[in-house]
């Protein structure tokens, strides 16, 4: 199949929004992540022993922000997209998910790996992200052995100090992952 010009631009406008996601959410760029998704986003992370469901934009800022936040350290990185465009400001990708996830105040180390599904949407000539959701594939949970040491933690300044985080625990539903 020959894609036209602007069909491959859209597929780069949507790596590049998806990209932007990951960083934003490693740095705390609260101001980015605003700008990612569509005001009627909606949320279905399905982790190890939780579940995440929201919907709308703010919803979904206040809980990145507050997930992602100054007691947290990690990386995420998205791997091998497969984007299709479904309509001319419409499309679906599916991006796998590596990710660390430190909880610094805790000593809980999370590594695991996930496929996202996405749905994106164009409004006033930008890509957005309209509905995502993923599955893990694999998630390890541990403790940080005494030798193990966080030598480098940006959010520790960037991201929300505890008086400044949101209650987003009615978002999240915790479960016994041996269930």
Same mark, same amino acid.
């Given at each position: 199949?020959?894609?036209?010009?602007?069909?491959?631009?859209?597929?780069?406008?949507?790596?590049?929004?998806?990209? *932007?996601?990951?960083?934003?959410?490693?740095?705390?760029?609260?101001?980015?992540?605003?700008?990612?998704?569509?005001? #009627?986003?909606?949320?279905?992370?399905?982790?190890?022993?939780?579940?995440?469901?929201?919907?709308?934009?703010?919803?979904?800022?206040?809980?990145?922000?507050?997930?992602?936040?100054? #007691?947290?350290?990690?990386?995420?990185?998205?791997?091998?997209?497969?984007?299709?465009?479904?309509?001319? #400001?419409?499309?679906?990708?599916?991006?796998?998910?590596?990710?660390?996830?430190?909880?610094?105040?805790?000593?809980?180390?999370?590594?695991?790996?996930?496929?996202?599904?996405?749905?994106?949407?164009?409004? #006033?000539?930008?890509?957005?992200?309209?509905?995502?959701?993923?599955? *893990?594939?694999?998630?390890?949970? *541990?403790?940080?052995?005494?030798?193990?040491?966080?030598?480098?933690?940006?959010?520790?300044?960037?991201?929300?100090?505890p008086h400044e985080r949101k209650d987003i625990s009615h978002l999240?539903?915790?479960?016994?992952?041996?269930?």
């Open positions: 199949m020959a894609y036209t010009l602007q069909q491959l631009s859209d597929f780069e406008d949507i790596r590049t929004l998806k990209h *932007r996601y990951y960083r934003a959410i490693d740095t705390a760029d609260v101001a980015l992540l605003d700008t990612l998704f569509t005001d #009627d986003v909606s949320v279905d992370y399905r982790g190890g022993g939780y579940r995440v469901t929201l919907t709308g934009r703010q919803e979904m800022v206040d809980f990145l922000a507050s997930s992602f936040h100054s #007691d947290f350290a990690g990386m995420h990185y998205g791997h091998m997209p497969e984007i299709t465009l479904t309509g001319d #400001d419409e499309a679906e990708g599916i991006w796998y998910l590596e990710d660390i996830a430190i909880f610094t105040d805790s000593g809980v180390h999370t590594s695991g790996s996930a496929v996202y599904k996405d749905r994106y949407r164009r409004e #006033d000539g930008r890509w957005k992200i309209a509905h995502t959701e993923y599955d *893990r594939i694999v998630e390890v949970v *541990r403790k940080l052995t005494p030798d193990e040491k966080v030598t480098a933690h940006y959010l520790a300044k960037a991201g929300l100090k999240i539903t915790w479960f016994d992952e041996a269930a």
